[in-house]
Every structure is written in C-alpha cells, then in structure tokens.
C-alpha cells in the first residue's frame, strides 16, 4: 500500500525556518524523481522543488536561494528545507513523485498524503 506521510510544518514569522519531512511507503523509492508541492488557499497546487533519483535538485523560481529539497534513499525519506520564509509560502505542503509529461510540465503519479501546513505571519 502506498503512503506518503509529512510532517514538520507550523507556525514561523517572516525570515524563519522550517524543515519538512515526507516518509514514503509501498514504492521503490530510490528510482523514483520525488517533489514537494504546495498549494495555497484559493490557489493550484504547484511543484516548488523536485530531485531526481541521484539527487540533482530543481526549484521553482519562488523558492530558489531559499529552500533545498533533499533525500535519504535508505530510509525513503525526502526533505524541504524552507529558509527566508514569507507570508506567500503559507500553504499546506505534500509530497510526491514528479515525473515529466509529454507537455513538459513535471506532476505526481501517487495519491496525495495528508499534507503539513506552514503558516507564516506577521
């Protein structure tokens, strides 16, 4: 059974940090190119950052400079690293597999977990 599971979000004024964790189950991990994505209220769900299975990442132009997308493949875990946070990076955010399509855009081919929310106010 498949099962992505994050955690880490909360609670952070303008210029904090937060560090998530996505622990996925029930697929070969290693070969698979995995993301975080995010979607704010009223707003799609967008792919902020990606890394392929050797770990070459990928970041949207929002986030980059500031959050870093890493992977342990021996405990099937992907990370975000959020620094510089502002108010638009409130979202809740997933994880999932970011496969390319024909149209050149990158989505996910695993249900949805539950999501973490990350709230940044001032």
């Known amino acids: 059974q498949v099962q992505l599971v994050e955690s880490g979000g909360g609670l952070v004024q303008p210029g904090g940090s937060l560090r998530l964790s996505c622990a996925a189950s029930?697929?070969?991990?290693?070969?698979?190119?995995m993301g975080w994505y995010r979607q704010a209220p009223g707003k799609q769900r967008e792919l902020v950052a990606r890394i392929s299975s050797s770990g070459t990442p990928t970041y949207a132009d929002s986030v980059k400079g500031r959050f870093t997308i890493s992977r342990d493949n021996a405990k099937n875990t992907v990370s975000l690293q959020m620094n510089s946070l502002k108010p638009d990076d409130t979202a809740v955010y997933y994880c999932n597999t970011a496969e390319s399509w024909a149209d050149g855009s990158w989505g996910p081919t695993l249900p949805w977990g539950q999501g973490t929310q990350v709230f940044v106010y001032s």
């Open positions: 029930g697929i070969i991990f290693r070969v698979n190119r």
